[in-house]
Nanobody, 113 residues
């Protein structure tokens, strides 16, 4: 049973910070590229950030300089550190295994102005 469980979402004021976690079970992520995606109400799911098995990262222009994707392979966990949050960051955030295309259930991030 493959399971990705996102956590760490919540309500935060603009300018605040949150750290999201994606704990994987039933799958080993150490050799896999991983990603974070988000979906706002009534909007298409969009790319946020990716990280390769070697630690190389890519970010959407909208979050570059504010968000940091990282991984702890020993803990089989993916992270997203979000700083200087803006109301437009409000969305459900999902983690994904890019090669196998497994998704988590998502965690809600709400940023108030």
């Amino acid at each position: 049973q493959v399971q990705l469980v996102e956590s760490g979402g919540g309500l935060v004021q603009a300018g605040g910070s949150l750290t999201l976690s994606c704990a994987a079970s039933g799958i080993i992520i150490s050799g896999k590229p991983m990603g974070w995606y988000r979906q706002a109400p009534g909007k298409q799911r969009e790319f946020v950030a990716t990280i390769t098995s070697g630690g190389s990262t890519n970010y959407a222009d909208s979050v570059k300089g504010r968000f940091t994707i990282s991984r702890d392979n020993a803990q089989n966990t993916l992270y997203l550190q979000m700083n200087n949050l803006k109301p437009e960051d409000t969305a459900v955030y999902y983690c994904n295994t890019l090669w196998d295309n497994y998704w988590g259930q998502g965690t809600q991030v709400t940023v108030s102005s």
